[in-house]
């Protein structure tokens, strides 16, 4: 059993939180909260150990009826791995005590490329994720274009990728988030810096982003182009893609028009928190023209960097491979819609 | 064991379905489909039987896959009770045919009050609902408003209750709902006509409301003024809503600050579909200045009719007492935060 | 001649200038701004002076090719009055210099209201701001509630009024605030501290208020409820309200739905900046219960304190009557739709 | 002078109308309504002669106090040119009689290309409908697109243009469209219709395009991809395009971050209606990278195609050069910003 504490129970937190829970591999020892708001009644109600991320803040937790397990030092005594799911630069401030307690550690993709050992997406670098120390698991964004990437790339060899990335605004509990009524250019230089985030994982994949970002929270929506080295039929690209366990390829005809809809299918099919760990391809949209693959695809920034944080997990911390890890995670969890 | 069927499987159809599937006492028969989409997919995947709503389209569902288990008329042959979740207006039309089949229905709020014997809310009216041969079970709104004036005109007496209903424009897979960037008054008279659909559960109560829509799609916010017989205490008052099983008081100091967070901590909790089938009252807010109570509430326009159409079908077909239907309604579903 | 500056120069500071420069007997000495941002270009187009508001920017604004005049020193030195119009709390930090430069000063809503000798709504308190040596023009709700409850008041009593103020999120162009997709309570607590800013222009109105911010960006919208002293006929008070020069009755049947088309109207009759003065009030949603008057209006929170703004100079700077100020500053600017 | 009539005064026809009367050469006989709402009062306020468009309403606009000075008939009679400005469809419903009147007509981007002998853009194709009989002006999108590609195509040569557009959901007076909280694939289908309706106008032109629907109401946001046959410099390109009459650079470090702020720009200059005519591309987001050139431009839906209609009821009514038109379009707007 692979013993995993989860330092920062917010949006992403609690979800890698659920799925370390839900793995036969793995003891989720517990959770940390830096106050005993909402989210960590939750926790409690699931039956997650609390720690507090702040010493002083024990009796907070008390007072509030919602016991602690110990301190953030009393977590990382006790675990094999710990995983920062802390707001962005926080993970950067937390490592020294992480390496002072000398646990391995699974950053987040808010934090700069250097702050791990590698950068990890499971179809993209499991095995040269190997022997690492640390790892950073990449940004929702990032993970959803490796995905994507990784599988074109070996197939067919990906000449150039050009992608516009609508971003969400802000997560739904996010209310001090816009903009409203606006899509803004973000960053307004192009390309992107979620290019060079994609070669962390794809070094060889010339691929150019641009993004924006839209009043909506449900998900990232990516336009997506990639000039191929050959010219494969739309119907071989759908096969491809549809055969990826971590792609789902919306179908035609299933009345599914939006992220609305999607997340409801989602909540259909009994996902928890309605929740889409895969790139949500519009199968409608892959349309190959000579070389170059046009489709859209939607990604659920909550979620698909969850089954990427279990699989990290396994690559710092056992000899799975990949196909072990991934094969066990997406059973676990019920990945595959 | 009341063998039910629902009519009509969409956004509110899918939930009682389930909620009825959840009963000790009820066994849910089939849910009807016009046509083979994702929903009718999530349905099978669920479980549930199938009957085509229209006759001559059994075989598009064949083509897609989806076997059906026969047409609406096989389903109200089968059923003792049958809940109409069709879109506003056609449960209407679908009046006679229940009637040719000597099947007791119940109605949703879109339609108008004269479709059923009785309009119904488990709090305000299950008693006088006994019965009837038909019932409507009052819109999301009206139901919201009923659970909260019902205890208060019973404790303090209401002089007049005053209301602005902030609704959502639409559900969150309703892409083609507006409005975007502005919050309309709908309708533009006032008192709208949500303050006499109460009536027809609390015919006693003196309330006027005025009703707005908002681009959002997660709640209705109701900002709530009444003017009581007495002169209660904010405590007091505080403490009667806590009291109520279908009233959520959400709690200061919880750092719930909007919809968002409270659909984030509704799964946090493990709801299905992130459900919220209580009125939402904001702790802080309520408050008692004279005789005026001031309070705002959230309501989850998907969901909070749904514990109300369970109660409906014992107020129908059994001789269940309210407080027994609500009671193993509540204990079925998980009802109480 | 009265010589006005205007420090800072954004949403409010730049309308402002505009009114102060069609005043006959006034002359907008310049307007200052932080940075030569798109903002001091369009100044420097309309041909007013710039000022740089921090000494030391002189030389970034040359950069930019903006010219400038001087800075805020020597724009003190050259005005009778200043209109502060920087973000909130930045008035306060400005008033020692105010001082220093012994130049009577204007500031805005975003200010407490102990920055000045008064707080100043025309229709409300324009003779209860004479002798003042500083004034305060109170908030865009403050003002849109002042302009309704003060003839209502004088005309019927008011025993006491409620309302829930449902506020934009943000101005157009604020890309930073939020919320998206929710309606925030805003404060959570009921009564807002709008009531009180009323009463600091109609002391002896009872208003409660309770306030929500929702994802616009166009216009604010109140729902009004006042119980009046006396029972007025419907048609009375639209005639009442129809009178005020600073309320416009948005006619029932002219297609306007929204405050979208409201501000489309705007545009066609030729209003600068397609803004609104005046406090919009449904026509169809005017109606009388008994004692209870219920309305709908909507502001438009970057237009309607600007009038006020140039009376509170004549207030301040002059002996003009009331009658004379508001009749002069709606003649020059074409208030009244 | 030309005599033109305007036959739909909505968004489009309103700006339309306000730019035929402020040409040197052209008369505004009239404008037609269906009903006498509050377009029609602005446009009486602005001393445009209102013609009722349906016959039998003439009445209606006599009881609203509006006079008409005919009816379609009577418009189409005395003038030289009709500008067709009505809904998506009913200009293909109004052919027959502005053929059966034999008056050349200008119809617009909501027609099928085939309603006229040419589509228009001043641009991409003003010596191309030399001598047709009627003209389509091409959508708000497909302007924005030749206006871009024309130049590029020229100097550099094209080799493929790829171009995501996200489009407006609805216009900010249109409370009925949507989406809410949703980026929709609109089509889902990929390429769009958009690249065709650019070769009606650049036949040569190879130009891919994606399009979305988001929940903003103020602009379009195009992000654009063009593969050119030449390797120009960054700076070039700026020049180029820099150099273009309706192509505004929106200067970097000028602080606008968003369409929000670009239309309070628009306003700061004094366009009316806040109207932005030109292409508003982001100085700061041009980049070519190898042959690979990549830019974010918006294009405000309701004003680019403004001029081009002027430039179009040249081309159809006189032997003005694409030259002599647009420049004298251009000074009499005040295009260029
Ligand atoms: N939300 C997304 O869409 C998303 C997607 C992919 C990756 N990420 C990345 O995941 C990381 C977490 O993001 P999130 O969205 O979950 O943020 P979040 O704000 O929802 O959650 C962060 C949690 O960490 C807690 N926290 C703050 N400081 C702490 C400390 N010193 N010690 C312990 N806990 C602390 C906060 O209270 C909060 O509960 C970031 O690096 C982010 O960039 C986020
Ligand atoms: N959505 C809400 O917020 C809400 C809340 C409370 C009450 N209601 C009421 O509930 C009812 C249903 O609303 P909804 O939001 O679930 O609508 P919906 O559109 O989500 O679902 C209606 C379903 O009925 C199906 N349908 C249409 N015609 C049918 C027919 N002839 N036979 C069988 N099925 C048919 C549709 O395909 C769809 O699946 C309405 O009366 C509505 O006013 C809705
Ligand atoms: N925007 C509204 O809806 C609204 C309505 C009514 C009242 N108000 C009040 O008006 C005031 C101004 O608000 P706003 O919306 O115009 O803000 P804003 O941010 O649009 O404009 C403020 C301007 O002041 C400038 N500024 C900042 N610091 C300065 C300084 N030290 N010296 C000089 N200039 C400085 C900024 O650069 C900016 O141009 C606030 O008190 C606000 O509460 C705003
Ligand atoms: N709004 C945009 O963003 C935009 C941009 C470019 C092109 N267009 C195109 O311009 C055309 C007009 O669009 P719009 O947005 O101005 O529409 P709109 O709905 O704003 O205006 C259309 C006007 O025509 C009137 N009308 C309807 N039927 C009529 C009839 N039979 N006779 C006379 N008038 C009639 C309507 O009352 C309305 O005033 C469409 O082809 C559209 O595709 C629109």
């Not at 979620?194 to 924006?212: F, K």
């Amino acid at each position: 059993m692979i013993r995993v504490g989860v330092n920062g129970y917010g949006t992403i937190g609690k979800r890698v939180a659920d799925a370390v829970a839900a793995q036969p591999d793995m003891e989720l020892v517990g959770v940390t909260k830096t106050s005993p708001n909402y989210g960590a009644e939750g926790a409690v109600r699931r039956g997650y150990d609390l720690y507090a991320a702040i010493d002083d803040r024990v009796d907070e937790f008390e007072a509030a009826g919602l016991g602690v397990a110990g301190t953030l030092a009393d977590l990382l005594d006790a675990v094999d791995v710990v995983v920062d799911c802390c707001p962005s630069g926080v993970g950067e401030r937390n490592r020294p005590t992480y390496e002072a307690h000398d646990v391995p550690a699974i950053y987040q993709g808010g934090e700069d490329a250097d702050i791990a050992d590698a950068s990890f997406n499971a179809r993209g670098s499991y095995e040269a994720a190997r022997g690492a120390g640390s790892l950073r698991v990449v940004s929702c964004n990032t993970t959803g274009l490796s995905r994507l990437l990784a599988p074109l790339d070996e197939t067919y060899g990906v000449e150039k990728a050009r992608v516009t990335l609508v971003r969400r605004g802000g997560d739904p509990s996010e209310t001090d988030r816009g903009p409203i009524n606006d899509v803004v250019p973000d960053p307004t230089t192009v390309p992107s810096h979620h290019g060079p985030d994609v070669n962390e994982i794809l070094p060889d994949v010339d691929v150019d982003t641009a993004a924006l970002r839209a009043p909506v929270t449900a998900m990232h929506t990516h336009s997506v182009n990639v000039t191929l080295d050959e010219e494969p039929s739309t119907e071989a690209v759908r096969d491809l893609l549809g055969g990826e366990s971590r792609v789902f390829l919306i179908p035609e005809g299933a009345g599914i028009d939006g992220a609305g809809a999607l997340k409801d299918y989602a909540a259909d099919v009994g996902r928890p928190r309605g929740d889409l760990w895969e790139n949500c391809v519009w199968e409608e949209s892959i349309s190959v023209e000579g070389r170059d693959l046009y489709l859209f695809q939607n990604v659920h920034q909550e979620a698909d960097v969850v089954p990427e944080n279990v699989d990290a997990i396994r690559a710092l911390a056992t000899d799975a491979s990949r196909a072990e890890s991934v094969a066990r995670t997406d059973e676990s969890l019920g990945v595959g819609l």
